[in-house]
């Protein structure tokens, strides 16, 4: 008996490939909406350990749930029985997803500031586009393995989730200097991807796509959302790098931006109706 072929055949156990708006994915929605209302109205007003230890049970899990992606369906290639070991580099965990892996730790861990306030602006506004964006179309995540189902399920559910909570647990602050505090972290974010996709090729060759934000200069309008939603945007591979960037820079702050104002709106509808209640 081969232990490994083994164990990879159980954590790689299948299913019929959900398909959006099919029953896993209506499942999926249920669950993080619940666990949204549930953290919203629970723990919307709760002490600052408690805060950060909600925070970091979901960042362990969203840990765990990418190792297990990463070993199990991007390094383990083959057949049943004659499994082996290779990673894929064209997989590495820096998409524009994988960001809550990196900016929840300076949430979890640092001090009250500035720094820590940019990076829950970034979260309650770009990450939660993000989450919003997959569960909107998940046409490109789905898969026939049903672990790695779950995993993007779950990963892209608690962008949603903790987008949505933190944007509640500070609505007192939540203003325009809230969201353009969101903006340096979106920018160091892109610039560290600029610079993997310069520099990481040149080390692995040309056997990966290494295209990390899906803004690598080597493969320049390769973005899947716009693939997804069928726009005809070929005139993105056409056109200057630099401008191709700055044209991505703009759309996701605008589309961020946007973001903020539904839920800027609504903690100020929410507010208007309270003082209107306490009135009557």
């Not at 970034?122 to 998940?138: D, E, H, N, R």
């Not at 934000?213 to 005139?235: A, C, K, M, N, Q």
Request: charged residues 15%; glycine residues 6%.
């Amino acid at each position: 008996m081969n232990t490994f072929n083994d164990l990879i055949e159980f954590l790689q156990w299948k299913m019929q490939e959900p398909t959006p708006y099919g029953w896993f994915h209506w499942f999926s929605i249920a669950v993080v909406a619940a666990v949204t209302i549930f953290l919203c109205v629970r723990f919307r007003d709760c002490k600052e350990k408690t805060f950060r230890r909600i925070l970091l049970i979901g960042w362990v899990l969203i840990v765990v749930l990418e190792i297990y992606k990463q070993v199990v369906f991007v390094s383990v290639h083959g057949v049943p029985g004659n499994y082996y070991w290779e990673y894929h580099w064209g997989s590495f965990p820096y998409q524009f997803c994988s960001t809550p892996l990196y900016v929840l730790p300076f949430i979890i861990f640092c001090k009250p500031g500035k720094l820590r306030d940019a990076c829950m602006a970034f979260m309650s506004t770009f990450v939660l586009l993000a989450g919003i964006a997959v569960y909107l179309f998940p046409e490109t995540v789905f898969s026939v393995h049903i672990g790695h189902s779950i995993q993007t399920m779950v990963h892209h559910g608690l962008q949603l989730v903790f987008g949505i909570y933190i944007a509640v647990y500070n609505r007192r602050r939540f203003n325009v200097k809230w969201y353009l505090a969101a903006l340096p972290v979106f920018g160091v974010l892109v610039l560290v991807a600029v610079l993997l996709d310069s520099f990481v090729p040149m080390w692995i060759g040309s056997d990966y796509t290494f295209n990390m934000f899906f803004i690598s200069w080597r493969y320049p309008g390769d973005i899947p959302f716009i693939t997804v939603l069928h726009w005809g945007f070929e005139f993105l591979a056409k056109i200057p790098y630099p401008v191709f960037l700055f044209l991505y820079l703009l759309a996701f702050s605008l589309v961020a931006f946007a973001v903020f104002g539904v839920l800027f709106g609504a903690f100020k509808l929410a507010e208007h109706l309270a003082e209107k209640k306490k009135k009557a």
